[in-house]
């Protein structure tokens, strides 16, 4: 089994930064992949960072140059730190996990937490 315990959200105002944190337990030995997605009311869930075991990074256009994904493989741990923060980036944030077993890729879901942009 796999848990994922997000941490980090909460109210800011625009142009403030917030920071996630998504610690990963149970049989991860095989993960491939680590992210943070998001949902926004009345929309689809998307894709917002992810960075892959060998460290490839990916962003959304829309998060691009303002947050930035890091991870400690020591503590199973991934990090978004969210800067220069807009009222559009209002959303449940939720962490995902990859890895294959058997050759399948499987995917795992943190809670989520929500993040407010507000003046």
């Known amino acids: 089994q796999v848990q994922l315990v997000e941490s980090g959200g909460g109210l800011v105002q625009p142009g403030g930064s917030l920071r996630l944190s998504c610690a990963a337990s149970?049989?991860?030995?095989?993960?491939?992949?680590m992210g943070w997605y998001r949902q926004a009311p009345g929309k689809q869930r998307e894709l917002v960072a992810t960075?892959?075991?060998?460290?490839?990074?990916d962003y959304a256009d829309s998060v691009q140059g303002r947050f930035t994904i890091s991870r400690d493989n020591a503590k199973n741990t991934v990090y978004l730190q969210m800067n220069s923060l807009k009222p559009e980036d209002t959303a449940v944030y939720f962490c995902?996990?990859?890895?294959?077993?058997?050759?399948?890729?499987?995917?795992?879901w943190g809670q989520g937490t929500q993040v407010t942009v507000s003046s």
């Open positions: 960075i892959t075991r060998g460290g490839r990074i």
């Open positions: 149970g049989s991860i030995l095989s993960t491939v992949v």
């Open positions: 995902n996990l990859g890895l294959l077993a058997f050759g399948v890729r499987r995917d795992y």
